[in-house]
């Protein structure tokens, strides 16, 4: 587990230089070559999608959207792809197992409807990938929901309660 974090660190750096705009050129070359284990893309993404939870703005520029068919992507629901860090805000907000908390994903995706979408945001992921963020109310209360479609699936990048208020097109505003 010690490996895991030091790899998880070295990549946050790494991905936080490159974000920024830092140039590589002045890193040592341990910084440059970190990790030394080559990272699938996705691990990447995984990796920022999970250090950005403790933003307190959204993550990534505002965008002309949606982008992504929401027909399509509730036809695809079930072949979702929820990364832990994702299950974890569910899980912390309704206190519930990672399998409740990953059928509570799957559902509020099955059920999002056009008037809830609120905004879409470009992320800077390797590659950059266009986020729809919508504001679901229902039993549980308001939620901020982020997911993009890419390579025929459906990847929720956010599912908490809103940490910034959200207008919906339909006009109600999610706090």
Same mark, same amino acid.
């Not at 890193?27 to 920022?48: G, K, M, T, Y």
């Not at 079930?78 to 908390?101: E, F």
């Not at 509570?104 to 590659?127: F, G, H, K, Q």
């Not at 990048?157 to 339909?170: A, E, N, V």
């Given at each position: 587990?010690?490996?895991?974090n030091k790899l998880k660190?070295?990549?946050i750096m790494f991905v936080t230089r490159v974000l920024s705009g830092q140039s590589l050129v002045g890193a040592s070359f341990a910084e440059r070559n970190s990790p030394s284990v080559p990272l699938r893309e996705?691990?990447? !993404? &995984?990796?920022? /999608?999970s250090t950005s939870k403790t933003s307190a703005t959204p993550v990534g520029?505002? !965008? &002309?959207?949606? /982008?992504?068919?929401?027909?399509e992507v509730k036809?695809?629901?079930?072949?979702s792809r929820v990364p832990d860090g994702t299950l974890q805000d569910v899980i912390d907000a309704?206190?519930?197992s990672p399998d409740d908390a990953h059928s509570y994903v799957l559902d509020i995706i099955r059920n999002l409807s056009a008037?809830?979408?609120?905004?879409?945001?470009?992320m800077d992921y390797i590659p950059p990938v266009k986020g729809d963020v919508y504001g679901v109310r229902n039993d549980e209360g308001d939620w901020y929901v982020k997911f993009y479609f890419q390579h025929g699936r459906v990847t929720v990048t956010s599912c908490h309660p809103p940490k910034w208020p959200l207008t919906r097109i339909d006009g109600l505003t999610i706090a």
């Amino acid at each position: 587990m010690p490996e895991v974090n030091k790899l998880k660190s070295r990549c946050i750096m790494f991905v936080t230089r490159v974000l920024s705009g830092q140039s590589l050129v002045g890193a040592s070359f341990a910084e440059r070559n970190s990790p030394s284990v080559p990272l699938r893309e996705q691990q990447i !993404v &995984d990796i920022v /999608v999970s250090t950005s939870k403790t933003s307190a703005t959204p993550v990534g520029r505002k !965008v &002309d959207g949606p /982008v992504h068919d929401l027909i399509e992507v509730k036809r695809l629901a079930s072949l979702s792809r929820v990364p832990d860090g994702t299950l974890q805000d569910v899980i912390d907000a309704l206190a519930c197992s990672p399998d409740d908390a990953h059928s509570y994903v799957l559902d509020i995706i099955r059920n999002l409807s056009a008037p809830e979408y609120c905004e879409t945001r470009e992320m800077d992921y390797i590659p950059p990938v266009k986020g729809d963020v919508y504001g679901v109310r229902n039993d549980e209360g308001d939620w901020y929901v982020k997911f993009y479609f890419q390579h025929g699936r459906v990847t929720v990048t956010s599912c908490h309660p809103p940490k910034w208020p959200l207008t919906r097109i339909d006009g109600l505003t999610i706090a």
